[in-house]
């Protein structure tokens, strides 16, 4: 797919004073102008799409220095497809991933947008798939960092933790038709899971700044109760399940092990445990 004409100057174009006013400190300085080409920066769009790029900043802390600026770099243009000046399909992350081919980045970034926020789940529903599947989809720390920096944005900027953004979704897209709404059930474990592997991460790492569930860092270390459950449950603290107690890990003990107990095998019932809504769980301590 070629841009042409002004829109294509302007996806091509690259503003410096842009990328002065907003690269230095985001290290993001190309991407920023690339989203400044396509996004009016009087839009909610605009703040959001800053604002995951500062929280792809804070969560690259972990992160080779080239893989934080690869991951803030998609953080800025991951939106980018819905402003496409002539959507070829109408689903934005495939939008996104084909304009940033055209701009000429690396096919790594537009993969990831091409993914981002487990996109499968809603191109399946949209009857995309078949095209996304032509992305590569990376799995692993970039991936995972770019849905926390994508659902810890908030839509008109600033910030969220991951249950009140996810919350905002399903109220934005209360009337959408069931098998839009099924898919973007589906998708949610897939994004907490993702999200609370980072924060782990960043507990690790002693990284000071905010987390996608930041009730975890006030109540409990997630290490200290990976290792109560572990000592309880030997042979069962895979990375997912860390992540999915981390999901809630303010349960206190008790109620964290008999959810444990629960879930008796594989990541299906792992996935299903880290869903737990907080507030259906009887909890001694909250
Ligand atoms: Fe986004």
Redesign the pocket.
């Known amino acids: 797919m070629v841009i042409s004409g002004e829109a294509g100057q302007r996806v091509r174009g690259v503003s410096q004073s842009r990328g002065a006013r907003h690269g230095s400190l985001l290290h993001g300085q190309s991407a920023c102008d690339l989203a400044a080409s396509l996004i009016p920066e009087s839009s909610k769009r605009w703040r959001?799409?800053r604002s995951?790029a500062e929280a792809a900043s804070e969560a690259g802390q972990t992160l080779s220095s080239d893989e934080c600026r690869l991951l803030v770099d998609a953080a800025w243009v991951?939106?980018i497809g819905y402003h496409h000046p002539d959507p070829p399909t109408g689903f934005h992350p495939l939008d996104g991933a084909q304009l940033v081919l055209e701009a000429g980045w690396p096919q790594r970034i537009a993969a990831l947008v091409a993914h981002?926020?487990e996109a499968r789940f809603m191109a399946a529903a949209r009857g995309v798939l078949s095209a996304l599947d032509g992305w590569p989809r990376e799995t692993g720390p970039v991936s995972d960092a770019l849905v926390w920096a994508?659902l810890t944005?908030a839509p008109a900027g600033g910030r969220l933790g991951i249950r009140d953004r996810l919350a905002d979704i399903r109220r934005r897209h209360a009337r959408e038709a069931p098998q839009r709404a099924a898919a973007r059930t589906l998708r949610e474990p897939h994004l907490l899971l993702a999200a609370a592997r980072v924060d782990l991460s960043l507990v690790r790492a002693g990284a000071d700044t905010r987390l996608a569930f930041p009730a975890a860092r006030i109540r409990r270390p997630p290490s200290a109760a990976v290792g109560w459950l572990a000592s309880r449950h030997p042979g069962r603290c895979t990375g997912d399940l860390e992540a999915a107690l981390h999901a809630c890990a303010d349960l206190n003990l008790e109620d964290a092990d008999r959810l444990l107990v629960g879930a008796r095998g594989g990541p299906d019932q792992t996935l299903a445990w880290a869903m737990t809504p907080l507030d259906e769980v009887t909890t001694n301590d909250r």
Do not use: F, G, I, Q
């Open positions: 959001h799409s995951a991951h939106d981002h926020s994508d944005a």
